[in-house]
């Protein structure tokens, strides 16, 4: 594949960035009938944008509020297909993780727009989430099991799915001083306590073999799917909440969207 090098315009609205996505996708190996597709939901999104008569930049195109109100126009509008709906907001979620790539935006606004026909994000149980995670982030823990797992649950909250969790070797594309993980073609943002959980998993680390970065209970092997999901299920006992994976990364985004204040965990839950 050959390397595709472009340049960011430094300033401009949402249409200034479409070559430049467009370059990304190439560089990804998208088809080109991807791209232009792409292309097209990216250029109907900003026709949207211009008819709201507020002109700003990209950030404030680009947020929860204002892509739910997009979907709202197509579904209700417009009258689309709600599979219609959906293929256009995964084109819009292409393209934020094209910003994310560049540093342009700290989270995926998507995360926070459900599909059409699929349940609305319920804030509430975002709160909890989000709260459940500084519940954890205040334990204090030195043995490596538990230095592991937080460290799990940071990097699901920055975005890593548990498939790429569980290829993560040990030698990974990170050091202390970096605020991004690679995992594949993808970097990562990391948030500062991700790489706090990291930095510390990694002094510990060496107590364990194998290649793998996250080792599971066969000594060597990465950890599994169902391990990482045991993870999960605790901090869900802990908080008395269903908690799904996506539900960590959503709750990372809606805290700094609604501005979440912490909530006192009651004795009884947190035990």
């Not at 910003?99 to 995360?111: M, T, Y």
């Not at 538990?146 to 990974?172: F, I, M, P």
């Amino acid at each position: 594949m050959h390397k595709i090098y472009y340049h960011l315009p430094k300033r401009g609205l949402l249409l200034n960035y479409r070559i430049c996505f467009a370059a990304y996708l190439r560089m990804l190996g998208r088809r080109e009938s991807t791209i232009k597709s792409y292309g097209r939901a990216l250029v109907e999104y900003a026709a949207y944008c211009g008819r709201q008569k507020k002109s700003s930049g990209l950030l404030k195109q680009f947020n929860p509020h204002k892509l739910q109100s997009y979907k709202d126009s197509l579904l209700y509008d417009r009258g689309l297909r709600p599979s219609t709906v959906n293929r256009r907001l995964s084109a819009l979620s292409a393209f934020a993780r094209f910003l994310l790539s560049k540093g342009l935006l700290k989270g995926n606004p998507l995360e926070l727009v459900p599909r059409a026909g699929r349940e609305e994000i319920n804030k509430e149980h975002m709160q909890k989430v989000w709260d459940g995670v500084q519940h954890l982030r205040a334990e204090v823990h030195q043995d490596v099991i538990n230095v592991r797992d937080r460290a799990v649950v940071e990097l699901l909250y920055a975005g890593l799915s548990v498939r790429e969790l569980c290829s993560l070797k040990y030698d990974v594309s990170w050091n202390p001083d970096s605020d991004s993980i690679t995992v594949g073609e993808r970097r990562v943002a990391l948030h500062a306590r991700a790489c706090l959980a990291l930095e510390h998993y990694m002094i510990l680390r060496p107590i364990l073999r194998g290649d793998y970065l996250f080792v599971g209970s066969d000594p060597g092997w990465s950890m599994k799917t169902g391990c990482i999901y045991a993870v999960i299920r605790r901090l869900a006992r802990m908080l008395g909440e269903n908690i799904r994976v996506q539900d960590l990364r959503r709750a990372r985004y809606a805290g700094e969207v609604y501005g979440f204040e912490p909530v006192r965990i009651p004795a009884a839950v947190a035990a």
